[in-house]
């Protein structure tokens, strides 16, 4: 058969495909060769000039950048381990048996998941206030704190605040994507554990836990894909400050100052970051489908 | 039988647990959307009233009323719906075709392609905007809607062909074979069967793909640089930029900008929530 003949399914799929893909090639694949082309390059603006990898050194060698990947370390473990957690045991008492208003609870929830990210940020920026915001209002009425902390302009606290919003954003996902995977698993299997006698945290141990493994893992993928690529919640509540410029707030800085250079090794760094991640996440997804 | 007795007493006293659990949780993720309602409503004496409290005394629209006439939000509210319009159209037409293909026909490279269309939607935003924003000046599209558009059509692609093609796998294949036999072209077959089957999904793909746009703040802080073409994020994040920041009006405009995202999703919500378990979500 000759290899560059079309099947006769491929001359149908063409008319339907091939818009799509020169959209996708346009619009994803030449920015990426595009970004990845000006980090070898000595003027990265022009993209001429071949300059090796010495971009990369002297970002390697730039102080913000170690301060940039701790800070995102930081970051994604400290949003992603809480909003896992919390989640997960949400999703486990909307489930138990028997609860009314299930729905209500859900719909709240989801509701809170939908609003636009930048509405989320202001919100929390209103909360967060010094002069006379909620937040500090209530820990001074509840005698925690005796003056307003400056939350979001502390160098101790503004990384502590953002990481709160995250996981207030994101744990209700969680949530939604765990009740997904309870109401697939069978109830013969725990009737049938009941019979045996096993108590709550036995069916939790043996039986809820492993069989949610794989959607577990595709949860925990996606909030650190988000948590990595994460811009306008970091941008918003706290400008990009020192102490939570994560490597995607390092990038848009860098691109600010028209440090063109530097902004298209460290994009190219956050770039490869982000897809070890993705690529794991794709490969949970395609096992779940088949 | 004093066991069994105890032992629904003790389910009893657990379920009150869990009610309050939850009632609490569902407090935290409320609580500061109601403070934004909560602040938009209060009159300017009011917000920064020492100790704050929850219900306005004097409820007012005063600060819906200066947001609405005064200032930038009604023209990026026109703007948003046009830019998330053009990207969202484009995007069911090329990305639903694509995800036909995709779930039809046999073809090399498929699986290569549709895992591709799977992983550029977790692509970084701050990655692509670089590249974006030289390749738009190189053409003459920063600062408008058109390029604000094309732009979210990389969002906005993936993710609707990702869905589609989800969804074009749950139609049968033997119904299409049918309408073929009776005679249908491939548009007919497509336009009175299966499009029509696929309506609520295809709603939901569209509404998804328009909320993305609606709510996409960090290429359109690139793209945009004046009242032509920014977006609502933007103009909502302008107002709480200044030195000193009128909240009362920030949230009025926090809360209209909100309102049709909650609308639209609540309609689809169920589609919504199916195709979150399928992967096919991006938040």
Redesign the interface.
Same mark, same amino acid.
Not at chain 1, 107 to 120: N, Q, R, Y
């Given at each position: 058969m000759n290899r560059l003949r079309l099947?006769k =399914?491929?001359k149908?799929?063409i008319?339907? /495909?091939l818009?799509?893909?020169l959209?996708?090639a346009l619009? /994803?694949v030449?920015?990426?060769y595009?970004?990845v082309s000006?980090s070898f390059s000595e003027n990265a603006?022009s993209r001429s000039g071949f300059a090796g990898m010495d971009n990369y050194f002297s970002l390697f060698r730039n102080p913000m950048f170690g301060a940039a990947i701790e800070n995102t370390v930081v970051w994604t473990i400290g949003t992603v381990v809480p909003a896992f957690l919390?989640g997960f045991i949400?999703a486990l008492?909307?489930e138990?048996k !028997?609860?009314k208003m299930k729905g209500v +609870?859900r719909?709240?929830?989801? @509701? $809170?998941?939908? *609003?636009? !990210?930048?509405?989320?940020a202001?919100?929390?920026?209103?909360?967060f206030?010094t =002069? !006379?915001g909620?937040i500090n209002?209530i820990l001074m009425?509840l005698g925690i704190i005796r003056t307003e902390i400056p939350w979001l302009t502390s160098p101790n606290f503004a990384m502590l605040s953002i990481i709160i919003v995250q996981v207030?954003a994101?744990a209700?996902?969680v949530m939604?994507?765990m009740t $997904?995977?309870l109401q697939?698993l069978s109830t013969d299997l725990y009737e049938s554990a009941e019979l045996d006698g096993a108590g709550w945290f036995k069916k939790l141990r043996y039986i809820t836990v492993p069989l949610l493994k794989d959607?577990s893992f595709?949860c925990i993928l996606?909030l650190l894909?988000?948590a /990595?690529?994460e811009?306008?919640l970091i +941008? *918003?509540m706290t400008s990009g400050g020192q102490d939570t410029t994560t490597l995607?707030l390092l990038?848009?800085n860098q691109?600010e100052v028209l440090n063109?250079n530097s902004?298209?090794a460290s $994009?190219?760094m956050?770039?490869i970051i982000?897809?070890i991640? $993705? @690529?794991l996440?794709?490969k949970f997804?395609?096992k779940? =489908?088949e | 039988m004093g066991s069994r007795k105890m032992k629904r007493r003790l389910d009893k006293v657990w379920t009150a647990v869990v009610y309050l659990i939850l009632t609490l949780a569902a407090a935290v993720t409320l609580l500061p959307l109601a403070w934004v309602i909560s602040t938009s409503l209060k009159p300017g004496n009011e917000i920064f009233a020492n100790p704050p409290y929850w219900i306005p005394k004097v409820p007012t629209l005063e600060n819906y009323l200066s947001v609405l006439t005064e200032s930038s939000i009604p023209g990026a509210f026109l703007n948003s719906l046009i830019v998330g319009g053009i990207s969202t159209f484009l995007a069911l037409l090329l990305g639903g075709s694509a995800g036909y293909a995709f779930s039809r026909f046999r073809f090399r490279g498929r699986k290569g392609l549709s895992l591709f269309m799977l992983i550029s939607q977790m692509l970084p935003l701050t990655v692509l905007m670089i590249p974006m924003y030289y390749m738009e000046n190189a053409v003459g599209l920063i600062d408008t809607k058109l390029g604000l558009a094309i732009a979210h059509l990389a969002i906005s692609m993936p993710l609707v062909t990702w869905m589609s093609k989800g969804y074009f796998n749950g139609i049968p294949k033997e119904i299409e074979e049918a309408a073929v036999m009776d005679g249908c072209t491939t548009l007919q077959m497509l336009s009175r069967i299966v499009i029509p089957l696929l309506k609520p999904a295809l709603a939901a793909t569209g509404i998804y793909a328009f909320i993305s746009s609606w709510n996409e703040f960090a290429i359109a802080n690139v793209l945009t640089r004046s009242t032509t073409s920014r977006t609502v994020p933007l103009a909502l994040n302008e107002f709480s930029s200044f030195y000193r920041v009128d909240w009362g009006d920030t949230m009025a405009a926090a809360t209209i900008i909100t309102i049709p995202v909650i609308i639209v999703f609540m309609l689809v919500q169920k589609q919504f929530v199916e195709g979150l378990a399928s992967g096919a979500v991006k938040g």
């Open positions: 099947t =399914d491929e149908k799929a008319p339907f /495909i818009p799509g893909l959209v996708t619009l /994803i030449y920015p990426l595009y970004i000006m603006i919390i949400l008492l909307i138990k !028997g609860l +609870f719909s709240l929830i989801f @509701v $809170a998941w939908i *609003i636009p !990210g930048v509405v989320k202001t919100a929390w920026k209103w909360l206030t =002069d !006379g909620m209002h009425s207030w994101c209700p996902y939604l994507m $997904a995977g697939q959607v595709i996606m894909v988000w /990595i690529n811009f306008s +941008f *918003i995607s990038v848009y691109f063109i902004a298209s $994009a190219v956050q770039l982000t897809m991640f $993705a @690529v996440y794709v997804v395609i779940e =489908d | -």
